[in-house]
Structures are given as structure tokens and as C-alpha cells.
């Protein structure tokens, strides 16, 4: 049988401090197979290996069961109703051919729950919608192939410590991924740049790095977030 993702409510006792957070993105983070590009070395003349063509292929299969239990598995469900979930990081390819500059804009999607959390985290609501568009394009219910979930990509570890029940769930996926930046941007002296190569390569590559880190996905990342920021600015 496939492997399968159950979604339940998980019972806290206590918590030494927000780095545990930090601590299980980072441990996600570091199981990433990194391009790194050498000294002096552009983004745009990488050299990238070829992607293998069953990557774009890989499916996941949401179905929920009678007592309201949400189900991930690899497998597709037998008498019971599914989405279909497929996933690759959408603004993460070094080599995407997306113009980041045109590229079609959400400006309407959960305009109450990015609104919300924007002003409980003291965050800028274009830099949410950016963040979400780079990480999902505004998918709620897409699973990468680390297993991290919905429009902010939570890896389920970081979810369970910021009290996500549902990370496929707009509000709750929202309001958790918003907290974490804000963290992220506290930690790095609200520098935008390392907080975004702390939300995609993990806090402890910035701090082993002494910076942004030399992988080009982070690298492309942030160059994109920053484009559809300010896009999202201006559209305000």
C-alpha cells in the first residue's frame, strides 16, 4: 500500500523555544540535493543537470475519510473520493522559462486571510502574496516532493510546532507560513534576502554560509520572490 500522510490534531506539552521551528525546516532543508555555483558565477550561465522526464510526473492523492481525517498517500484511494496533487517548486527552477516580470499575478485570492496575517505579523501583505505565489502559485492543496504542504509549502514537522491541524487548509497554512517569516525576518535583522534563503534553504545554510548560500534554487528563489514582490506592490 502506498505511504500515507494522515492529518490529525497533535497534543503540545510544552516548547523550548521558536528555534525548534527553525530547527525541523533545516533538518527538510538539508536533505536537498543543492546546485551550488562557484565564486563569481551568474545565476543565468549555471550549468544545471538534465531534469529526469518522471519528474513532473509525480502524483499525490487527497481523500478524506468519514470521521473528517484528511489522507496523502502515493496510492491511488479505492471507493472514496480524491484530489489529485502535483507538485514541483514553481519558482525554484534555475532554469525556468516562466518571465517573471509578466507572469499573471493573484491579487485576489485570500485577501482576508493574507490581510489578517500581515497585520498580526507585522509583515508586508505583497511579500506573503509573493511568497505564496513562488512557493504553490496559489495551490492550496499541493504536496512537494519533500512533503512540504499548501500555498506556503509547510514541511509537516514545522506545521505541528506552529499548531497546524491542516496544512492543506488556507487560513491555517497562511497564518502559520506568515509567523515563520516574520521569525526568519526577526533572526536576520529584517533582511528580506536572508529571511527568503532561510524559508527555502533553512537558517543553519545561512549561518554555515555566513550569507546567502551558494545554491543556485536559493539563489533563484530570491531573485523571483523579490521580482513578484514588488509586482504585487505596485498591483496593490
Given at each position: 500500500?502506498?505511504?500515507?500522510?494522515?492529518?490529525?490534531?497533535?497534543?503540545?506539552?510544552?516548547?523550548?523555544?521558536?528555534?525548534?521551528?527553525?530547527?525541523?525546516?533545516?533538518?527538510?532543508?538539508?536533505?536537498?540535493?543543492?546546485?551550488?555555483?562557484?565564486?563569481?558565477?551568474?545565476?543565468?550561465?549555471?550549468?544545471?543537470?538534465?531534469?529526469k522526464s518522471t519528474a513532473a510526473q509525480i502524483a499525490v492523492y487527497k481523500s478524506v475519510t468519514k470521521d473528517g481525517t484528511a489522507l496523502?498517500?502515493?496510492?491511488k484511494p479505492v471507493n472514496r473520493p480524491y484530489q489529485v496533487v502535483r507538485f514541483d517548486c514553481f519558482a525554484c527552477d534555475p532554469v525556468s522559462n516562466i518571465n517573471w516580470h509578466t507572469v499573471p499575478l493573484y491579487?485576489?485570492?485570500?485577501?482576508?486571510?493574507?490581510?489578517?496575517?500581515?497585520?498580526?505579523?507585522?509583515?508586508?501583505?505583497?511579500?506573503?502574496?509573493?511568497?505564496?505565489?513562488?512557493?504553490?502559485?496559489?495551490?492550496?492543496?499541493?504536496?512537494?516532493?519533500?512533503?512540504?504542504?499548501?500555498?506556503?509549502?509547510?514541511?509537516?514537522?514545522?506545521?505541528?510546532?506552529?499548531?497546524?491541524?491542516?496544512?492543506?487548509?488556507?487560513?491555517?497554512?497562511?497564518?502559520?507560513?506568515?509567523?515563520?517569516?516574520?521569525?526568519?525576518?526577526?533572526?536576520?535583522?529584517?533582511?528580506?534576502?536572508?529571511?527568503?534563503?532561510?524559508?527555502?534553504?533553512?537558517?543553519?545554510?545561512?549561518?554555515?554560509?555566513?550569507?546567502?548560500?551558494?545554491?543556485?534554487?536559493?539563489?533563484?528563489?530570491?531573485?523571483?520572490?523579490?521580482?513578484?514582490?514588488?509586482?504585487?506592490?505596485?498591483?496593490?
Amino acid at each position: 500500500m502506498g505511504k500515507v500522510l494522515r492529518s490529525a490534531v497533535i497534543v503540545f506539552s510544552c516548547f523550548c523555544a521558536c528555534s525548534a521551528a527553525n530547527a525541523t525546516q533545516d533538518d527538510a532543508a538539508a536533505a536537498k540535493k543543492q546546485l551550488k555555483l562557484v565564486p563569481g558565477q551568474s545565476l543565468h550561465n549555471v550549468a544545471v543537470p538534465a531534469k529526469k522526464s518522471t519528474a513532473a510526473q509525480i502524483a499525490v492523492y487527497k481523500s478524506v475519510t468519514k470521521d473528517g481525517t484528511a489522507l496523502f498517500s502515493d496510492r491511488k484511494p479505492v471507493n472514496r473520493p480524491y484530489q489529485v496533487v502535483r507538485f514541483d517548486c514553481f519558482a525554484c527552477d534555475p532554469v525556468s522559462n516562466i518571465n517573471w516580470h509578466t507572469v499573471p499575478l493573484y491579487t485576489k485570492p485570500y485577501n482576508r486571510i493574507i490581510a489578517l496575517a500581515a497585520n498580526e505579523h507585522q509583515l508586508d501583505p505583497a511579500l506573503i502574496r509573493a511568497v505564496i505565489h513562488a512557493e504553490s502559485s496559489f495551490r492550496p492543496q499541493v504536496i512537494s516532493k519533500k512533503g512540504a504542504i499548501g500555498l506556503m509549502q509547510l514541511m509537516p514537522e514545522t506545521a505541528a510546532f506552529l499548531g497546524v491541524q491542516d496544512s492543506s487548509q488556507p487560513e491555517q497554512n497562511i497564518s502559520a507560513g506568515s509567523r515563520y517569516l516574520a521569525q526568519l525576518l526577526k533572526q536576520h535583522n529584517n533582511d528580506t534576502q536572508l529571511a527568503l534563503a532561510a524559508y527555502n534553504a533553512g537558517a543553519s545554510n545561512i549561518k554555515k554560509y555566513n550569507g546567502i548560500p551558494p545554491f543556485a534554487e536559493t539563489r533563484a528563489y530570491i531573485e523571483r520572490v523579490a521580482i513578484l514582490h514588488k509586482r504585487y506592490q505596485r498591483a496593490g
